[in-house]
């Protein structure tokens, strides 16, 4: 059966968050609360739903489809639920009252809806008692982590009488419609991923005294450096709450007999109500623009200091299996934390993962995607050495775990295709059924060409994928000669189609390769950087024009260049998580790989279905979207910017991106047919001077710069199709109007400056 409709009790952080999510997906979603003792008895569901549209980062993908949740209060409007396929609860963390609410759920909702609990760590075989048959056979614990719309993880737990059916309807709904990453963990306090992480964070507060350390040389030991997020340690519990860290540390020691009970002077601050970010201080305090860092013995606030070490420095710049390796001798008191830290953690790791787990890969993935670690404690176990391991416990008087017995040199064997099982075996890693994994197929042999700056791979059923891997997979030379081998390799075997997609965790590409774009204007080389701008525009075009299907399959940052390439596709398959923008106005210059023309065309030609449209409004809407710079902040925004066509799809789930743009490949390629050049009529002079009097006046209201007038008289120009009447104009025409606007734009001093500061800074410069 289909989940069509979820219902949602408590609209707290998580549970309006779960709702935003939800509605995000498209998915309908009734958000009940307790009711008000005054007023509108539905507020409480109302103030959730306010809370996440208004959240920084923001919860939903697109507001608009906040108007999909269905706002009510559990006294009023508990019959809502009989709609709903799936029921989540997310309710105080307290066992009576979630069984209070279940004995009414039970009596509302249909006979084959699921009814799931968020309960970060409370047993499902507690939460069912006194239910009937069917009602457990229906219970599941689904276990989100905030904020639902980015932390990757969903912990799936079953009770101990839960069906398979309900087991594979909401692991298939959480992967597919919700695109979470999901794990079976054990019915056990805490599940896998706070049983583990929570213990690693008070191991870190506990050590701070241990190792005579400030704060900050904590979070710089446990932060990046270890492939972990920049908030780390500390800057973590401030954003998790210093009261639900302590509330959580005590449940499980309550619970597990295990002591994960915090300092005693973290639980003063919590008396003191020095509870983090939501209390304004805790372990870190802003006072205006300034971070102030707590003095673990005076309990006082001090100005943040910056850790200056050559070699943290140093291990930052290595690759993460290199950083490990080389902890192993680092030198100094930094050096045997880490080691100590890491040994311990390891230790306690292996000790529990029989108990909370059902495999290796579990684990790792829950703190990869729980915790936003980059390699998950097994993998790192393997960066770190099995036998230093094995040397280090007996050093520190501690037992040698079972596992690490039965693991031979590692625990992920050939490539990491295969992993170590519970009975000492190896068999292969398992992902989601129909996934793709670039990777995977790099180990089976399925690379048909290769370079420095790119690869074709074998997808199966006469389908290929170019994959970049340059820094950034910036489009550089060496990444347009193996977009046009590709397109080549292609049709010379008479393939099905092309998929343009990678395996990298955050950036389909940062654009073209400014690096040499800036080396040849140094150098004053005219000839060759036009003769690159028209290669970079023939690339984009060959897309468009190949006599078979093309599909790109972009996600995270997709800028500049990556934005052109995805726009001449057959079709886009775009992950939900995707930041699109033509951004070239940061360094000086317009989109010139056809991104100005493409947006000029789309727009057009969508206006011309409307016979009292305005031609200039086309010029316009482009416009503002490359003279601002705009970059979407989802695909669902992507769309409505105009990036997307009506055609184009989106994939919730980044695991099954590259299986769903091959399956768009297969769905065209038969009886496909390569589109022509298209043709419009430019606006000429009378466009051109509405755009140019619009960057006047914003010149004139002080919001930009002279230099920056410039530029969009440029981006005009080119929209305009010049400064003449209005004419009919090929792609091509205005192709050759991009790349005279680009030259022109590179001559300038305030564009050479532009350029040199990003590729120093990384930051856009405003001159």
Same mark, same amino acid.
């Given at each position: ?21 939800? /509605? ?94 968020? +309960? ?53 709904? %959480? ?73 959580? !540390? ?87 934390? /880490? ?26 993935? !829950? ?39 039965? $693991? ?11 992993? #170590? ?32 700056? %790119? ?10 994928? #170019? ?41 389909? +590409? ?24 028209? /290669? ?45 923008? #033509? ?98 009529? $430019? ?10 009097? !619009? ?15 410039? #530029? !969009? ?55």
């Amino acid at each position: 059966m289909r989940i069509r409709r979820i219902g949602i009790v408590g609209a707290g952080t998580m549970g309006a968050g779960i709702g935003a999510l939800a /509605a995000s997906a498209g998915i309908p979603v009734v958000l009940l609360d307790i009711p008000a003792t005054q007023g509108d008895p539905s507020a409480p569901a109302k103030k959730g739903l306010e809370r996440q549209l208004k959240s920084r980062p923001p919860a939903f993908m697109d507001p608009d489809r906040a108007t999909l949740i269905r706002l009510g209060n559990t006294r009023d409007d508990l019959a809502w639920l009989r709609d709903c396929d799936l029921v989540i609860e997310a309710i105080i963390e307290q066992v009576e009252p979630k069984r209070e609410l279940y004995s009414r759920l039970e009596s509302v909702v249909q006979p084959n809806a699921i009814v799931a609990s968020n +309960t970060s760590g409370i047993p499902m075989k507690q939460l069912v008692e006194g239910r009937s048959q069917g009602f457990r056979e229906r219970f599941v614990g689904m276990h989100f982590f905030n904020p639902p719309r980015y932390l990757h993880l969903l912990e799936i737990i079953a009770a101990p009488e839960t069906s398979d059916d309900t087991l594979t309807r909401a692991r298939r709904f %959480a992967e597919r419609v919700l695109g979470k990453g999901t794990i079976r963990a054990k019915d056990v306090p805490g599940f896998v991923a706070n049983r583990l992480g929570v213990y690693g964070m008070v191991l870190a507060l506990r050590m701070l005294d241990e190792f005579n350390l400030t704060i900050d040389e904590v979070d710089a030991l446990t932060g990046p450096v270890l492939g972990r997020a920049k908030s780390a340690t500390f800057r973590t519990a401030d954003l998790t709450g210093l009261d639900v860290l302590d509330h959580v !540390a005590k449940e499980l020691t309550r619970a597990t007999g295990e002591d994960f009970e915090l300092p005693d002077w973290v639980q003063q601050m919590v008396a003191k109500g020095q509870l983090g970010e939501k209390s304004g201080a805790g372990f870190y305090k802003k006072v205006g623009k300034e971070i102030l860092t707590l003095d673990r013995r005076t309990l006082e606030y001090a100005p943040q200091r910056k850790i200056e070490s050559k070699e943290l420095d140093a291990l930052n710049r290595l690759p993460l299996s290199t950083r490990f390796a080389r902890i192993r001798e680092l030198e100094g008191n930094y050096g045997e934390f /880490a080691r100590t830290y890491l040994l311990r953690l390891s230790h306690f790791v292996l000790e529990r993962t029989t108990a909370v787990a059902y495999d290796i890969p579990s684990v790792d993935q !829950a703190m990869e995607w729980g915790y936003a670690w980059e390699a998950g404690p097994f993998k790192q176990m393997d960066m770190f050495g099995l036998q230093f391991l094995r040397e280090g416990f007996k050093r520190a008087g501690l037992s040698e775990p079972e596992l690490i017995r039965k $693991a031979k040199e590692s625990f992920y064997a050939d490539n990491s295709t295969k992993v #170590l099982q519970f009975d000492g075996s190896y068999s292969s890693v398992q992902g989601i059924p129909g996934a793709v994994t670039l990777a995977g197929l790099h180990s089976q042999k399925r690379v048909l060409q290769e370079s420095d700056d %790119a690869s074709l791979i074998d997808l199966g059923d006469g389908v290929c994928c #170019l994959e970049f891997h340059s820094k950034m997979n910036t489009l550089g030379q060496g990444v347009l000669d193996a977009v046009r081998n590709a397109l080549t390799r292609v049709e010379r075997d008479g393939l099905a189609g092309l998929v343009i997609g990678n395996d990298d965790p955050r950036t389909f +590409t940062a654009g073209a390769d400014l690096s040499s774009v800036g080396a040849l204007v140094q150098r004053g080389e005219w000839k060759r950087i036009e003769e690159a701008a028209a /290669a970079f525009q023939q690339t984009s075009m060959s897309l468009r024009f190949a006599p078979f299907p093309v599909v790109i399959a972009p996600f995270g940052l997709t800028l500049g260049g990556g934005c052109e390439f995805s726009l001449h596709a057959d079709l886009i398959q775009a992950h939900a998580e995707l930041y699109m923008g #033509l951004v070239e106005v940061g360094v000086g210059i317009i989109p010139a790989g056809g991104g100005t023309k493409e947006l000029l065309f789309r727009f057009t030609k969508e206006l011309a279905q409307y016979e009292e449209a305005d031609p200039f409004e086309a010029a316009k809407r482009a416009f503002k979207l490359i003279a601002m710079a705009t970059t979407s902040g989802s695909a669902l925004e992507a769309k409505k910017l105009g990036f997307f066509r009506d055609r184009d799809r989106i994939t919730m789930n980044r695991d099954l991106l590259i299986a769903d743009a091959k399956q768009r490949v297969l769905d065209l390629a038969p009886g496909y047919v390569a589109p022509t050049m298209q043709t419009i009529t $430019a606006v000429g002079k009378e466009g051109y001077g509405n755009l140019k009097y !619009a960057a006047w006046a914003m010149r004139e209201a002080g919001q930009i710069t002279d230099f920056e007038v410039k #530029l !969009a008289n440029e981006i005009a120009y080119v929209l305009c199709g010049g400064d003449g009447p209005p004419r009919i104009v090929t792609e091509q025409d205005v192709l050759d109007l991009e790349r005279d606007a680009l030259l022109r734009l590179l001559g300038t001093k305030e564009t050479q400056e532009r350029i040199e500061h990003m590729l120093k800074t990384g930051k856009p410069l405003r001159n």
